[in-house]
């Protein structure tokens, strides 16, 4: 069982940079692939990024590339999801999420996701 915690959320300017993490316990977490989401108020939670066991295999959601990037230590057993050049629209909470998975294809469904964090918040001022 992966406990996921998320933290590095908060209040930021347009334009600004916000860098998540996420602690991953309980399993082993090298080999899991994993991604982050995120859920905007009255909106459906969203994919932003996937990243593969070995930090080698990235994927996007194309309303994000190149303003967001995901990076992982397994050493630290965590996930980081680099925010630049925020804007108001990614205020949103954001989760982080795992699945047991040593492929190389990085999926963007939410179901193929076993375990989840409670997620952080992040809300972007203009």
């Known amino acids: 069982q992966v406990q996921l915690a998320e933290s590095g959320g908060g209040l930021v300017q347009a334009g600004g940079s916000l860098a998540l993490s996420c602690a991953a316990s309980g399993g082993s977490f090298s080999g899991h692939a994993m991604a982050w989401f ?8 969203e994919f932003v990024a996937a990243i593969g066991w070995s930090g080698s295999m990235t994927r996007y959601a194309d309303s994000v590339k ?8 397994n050493a630290k057993n965590t996930v980081y999801l680099r925010i630049n050049s925020l804007k108001p629209g990614a205020t949103a909470v ?22 989840w964090g409670q997620g952080t918040q992040v809300t972007v001022s203009s």
């Open 38 to 45: 995120r859920q905007a108020p009255g909106r459906e939670r």
């Open 66 to 73: 190149g303003g967001f990037t995901v990076y992982r230590d």
């Open 94 to 115: 954001y989760y982080c999420a795992a699945r047991w998975f040593l492929g190389g294809v990085q999926s963007s469904r939410l179901v193929d996701y076993a375990y």
